[in-house]
């Protein structure tokens, strides 16, 4: 156990230096994301949902999004392109086991993300003069849904034939979070069965609790009553349910359909 944790670590160290020196990655990963938030506030502007005001609502829900960036594209990338490579054959053959190849990279892309959701707290103090609520709950779900991308990622790398086809498998998933996910909107004002759809996104649950640790009011049931911290955990309770459901399909589909050796081969 110590060991997988030492080698996960390991591999992280070098995911992120491999980062930190891709000009392009690091730009898709870290800052286009914010610059589509910028541009998700100028389009809500400063009306009121859900009793707080726009800009406020859309970036304290913005985390469900970034995960689809920081974790997701850039796993089924690397993923596909190490399979391809041979280096996930070669690393598997040597000491480190599955859970720790798949854990280096979780903890990389764990890194960037808590990154991500840092400088969007800063934003946040600064222009809005917002501070986070509820630092746990922001950690909390910042962590299971790195694990639940993570694992999607592995799923749909073993769907992808090559590298230069990641982008196009990612679009599917891209498409149904920024569109479907409650990021200008609460899932409950959709009419009918779109509304039930939204909230059972693996996106929505993450959006809904990230905002509800930042602004500390239940944007989850509705309303944007203020709740106390203890408050907050409970109204949170069936948003981490559907959470942790989500895991878990995740992970039967990850061992399921991912690959370590290339598709052709």
Not at 40 to 60: C, H, M, N, P, S
Not at 71 to 76: A, D, K, S, W, Y
């Amino acid at each position: 156990m110590r060991t997988d944790v030492l080698h996960a670590i390991r591999l992280a160290r070098i995911d992120l230096t491999l980062v930190s020196r891709n000009t392009t990655v690091l730009f898709n990963v870290l800052l286009l994301p914010l610059l589509m938030a910028w541009l998700y506030t100028q389009a809500v502007g400063a009306e009121k949902i859900d009793g707080v005001d726009g800009r406020q609502f859309v970036l304290a829900g913005l985390p469900g999004v970034l995960l689809v960036f920081a974790v997701f594209v850039n796993l089924v990338n690397s993923f596909t392109a190490r399979r391809e490579e041979l280096v996930l054959k070669r690393l598997r053959a040597s000491q480190p086991s599955g859970p720790a190849i798949l854990g280096g990279g979780a903890l990389g892309a764990l890194v960037l993300y808590l990154a991500q959701v840092a400088l969007l707290a800063v934003w946040m103090r600064r222009a809005e003069g917002i501070t986070v609520a509820n630092v746990p709950m922001l950690v909390t779900v910042a962590v299971l849904g790195v694990a639940l991308f993570c694992l999607l990622a592995a799923a749909f790398s073993g769907l992808t034939p090559n590298a230069e086809l990641a982008q196009v498998t990612v679009l599917p998933v891209l498409l149904l979070v920024l569109v479907g996910a409650p990021i200008a909107f609460p899932a409950d004002t959709l009419p009918g069965a779109l509304g039930h759809v939204a909230a059972l996104l693996p996106a929505t649950p993450i959006v809904e609790i990230a905002r509800t640790a930042f602004l500390g009011g239940d944007h989850i049931s509705g309303g944007g009553e203020a709740l106390s911290t203890g408050g907050q955990w409970v109204a949170a309770l069936p948003s981490f349910g559907i959470l942790l459901a989500w895991i878990a399909v995740a992970g039967l589909l990850a061992r399921w359909l991912f690959r370590w050796e290339p598709r052709h081969g």
